[in-house]
């Protein structure tokens, strides 16, 4: 176990160092994350499935001003993980996530705290002149982010899977059933969010035509994306021509 | 001291190249990495500015001001980094060819902040992300492996296209610009556009990926009438449409997050345990 528990660590502090070391590519999305642990760990459908089914959750969670979000990268690595590894119902899974997902915001904010430290030696750098000294208290303070992934998967595999295989194959019946209606209901909660994020009464229009779409008349996610993207065209346009025509008009 | 006012000439006419503005924006791509509560991301902002600042300030003098002008507080959505970035090494080079600008750097970076911010959250990380990820995990689900790829290929393409060009232009067009970004009709129709697709695909999301089901039976006489199909009949997905709009209404009122998380637990475990709902 200590050789998987390794490589799973690995996948997942390389995973959380996307928003702190190489550039936002995203591949630290529970999507991506699913997927990429699902081919290490050599059950890829499975982790597509709980990955996606993270992602729905956390679609309208995200970083505003200087708050940090529930962090669901190694939360996705550390559900994925188990699910493979100690073979817990995938449904079950993402519902565990939830919780890890926000230790590993706790530890995020406990490294935001620490490289406070690294302003005191940058400032005594600064003030002898020394530019290059600067680059390693950058890499320091990305390592530490890489640890903040890597720390918590690693453990949880090595001292957790049989563990917590046992435990949640052992659970009665009502637990697991309450875990997967929770897991089925809380996408709504990021939906939510996502919708006050982006929404105002005056596009409501546009969610109900993507909700009727869909509901009555099954339409594919993709095809309504097209219209959407037909839509803003037509709703941009006609922002213009009204621009055009009133001079005496306000900020829409 | 005086604005523009022409200081010091001794190294006058070290012109920047393309190549100085692109090792910049690599560098500028670990905006996050030593990310602190204290003065966020600054460091990050100098170890972008570090290839420029050598550049610019043979000196240690300069170079010492140069770096603690950078190590102040910094902070804005990551994507806008880059224009304001660019609009900074040109108000450098300024300054290290003989306009003193170094007072103005510090007043630009810190009113760039707050506005910048705001476009680059609402639109990258509120409206654009949602909509490729949404797409990709709704392929995923359906068992798709293109899901994950097609999210990080539209994403990739629209982010780094952004950052790579936002800072050259930022160079060249500089703090008017930027400062009116806000306003400019251009940011206003792109983000409107945004959301309208975003709504659109959240409509599909919200019927197709919310799992709200009952498992409730009437015996009507020799019938047997589900609930579920009843509820169906009058609009499909009506359960997580309900769901949906009721956290809505409760986030519009304020209520945190994480409460709601907590009971949407609770909300389930009654539920289940009554058998009104099932998986």
């Not at chain 1, 065209?233 to 005496?248: D, L, Y």
Request: aromatic share 10%; net charge positive; proline share 4%.
């Amino acid at each position: 176990m200590l050789g998987t528990a390794l490589i799973v660590g690995l996948v997942a502090g390389l995973l959380e160092w996307d928003i702190y070391g190489w550039g936002h590519t995203q591949v630290n999305r529970p999507l991506v994350v699913g997927l990429v642990m699902g081919l290490v760990l050599k059950d890829p459908a499975k982790g597509l499935f709980i990955g996606a089914s993270i992602e729905m959750i956390y679609l309208g969670v995200i970083a505003v001003g200087a708050a940090i979000p529930a962090d669901a990268t190694s939360a996705t690595a550390i559900a994925v993980a188990l699910a493979i590894l100690s073979n817990i119902d995938p449904k079950v899974a993402v519902a565990l996530a939830i919780p890890l997902a926000v230790v590993a915001q706790l530890l995020q904010m406990f490294i935001w705290t620490i490289n406070s430290g690294l302003m005191h030696r940058a400032d005594k750098y600064a003030e002898e002149g020394d530019l290059g000294k600067t680059d390693g208290l950058q890499y320091l303070g990305s390592f530490m982010f890489f640890l903040q992934g890597f720390v918590p998967a690693f453990l949880a595999v090595l001292l957790g899977a049989a563990a917590v295989g046992r435990l949640v194959n052992g659970m009665p019946a009502w637990i697991t059933n309450w875990f997967k209606v929770a897991g089925g209901m809380l996408p709504a909660l990021g939906f939510a969010m996502l919708y006050i994020m982006m929404g105002n009464n005056k596009l409501l229009p546009y969610f109900i035509i993507g909700f009727v779409l869909a509901a009555f008349f099954s339409a594919n996610l993709v095809a309504v994306a097209f219209l959407g993207v037909a839509a803003a065209m037509i709703g941009v346009s006609v922002m213009s021509a009204k621009k055009t025509q009133g001079p005496a008009e306000k900020g829409v | 001291m005086e604005q523009g006012e022409v200081k010091h000439t001794e190294n006058a006419g070290i012109k920047l190249t393309k190549k100085d503005l692109t090792s910049a924006f690599w560098r500028s791509l670990f905006d996050m990495s030593s990310i602190n509560y204290e003065r966020f991301q600054a460091l990050g902002f100098l170890f972008a500015m570090t290839p420029i600042i050598k550049k610019l300030y043979p000196n240690r003098e300069q170079r010492s001001a140069a770096m603690k002008r950078h190590l102040l507080m910094f902070n804005t959505n990551p994507v806008m980094i880059n224009p304001i970035l660019g609009t900074v090494i040109a108000m450098e080079e300024q300054n290290a060819n003989g306009v003193d600008t170094t007072d103005a750097i510090n007043d630009v970076k810190v009113g760039l902040m707050g506005p910048t911010a705001g476009i680059g959250d609402s639109l990258f990380w509120g409206t654009l992300r949602p909509i490729f990820a949404g797409l990709g995990a709704a392929l995923a689900l359906q068992g798709s492996y293109f899901g994950p790829v097609l999210f990080l290929l539209l994403w990739n393409v629209i982010y780094f296209g952004f950052r790579y060009l936002s800072v050259p232009y930022g160079y060249r067009v500089g703090i008017t610009m930027l400062r009116e970004a806000k306003k400019s009709n251009l940011v206003q129709k792109l983000s409107q556009g945004a959301s309208v697709l975003g709504l659109m695909v959240l409509g599909v999301l919200v019927a197709d990926w919310i799992s709200i089901k009952t498992p409730v039976v009437f015996n009507a006489g020799q019938t047997v009438i589900k609930l579920q199909a009843v509820l169906d009949g009058i609009v499909p997905n009506l359960m997580p449409l309900l769901a949906f709009v009721a956290l809505v209404a409760l986030l519009r009122k304020r209520i945190n997050p994480n409460k709601l998380l907590v009971g949407i637990f609770v909300v389930a475990l009654l539920l289940s345990l009554v058998k009104f709902l099932a998986a």
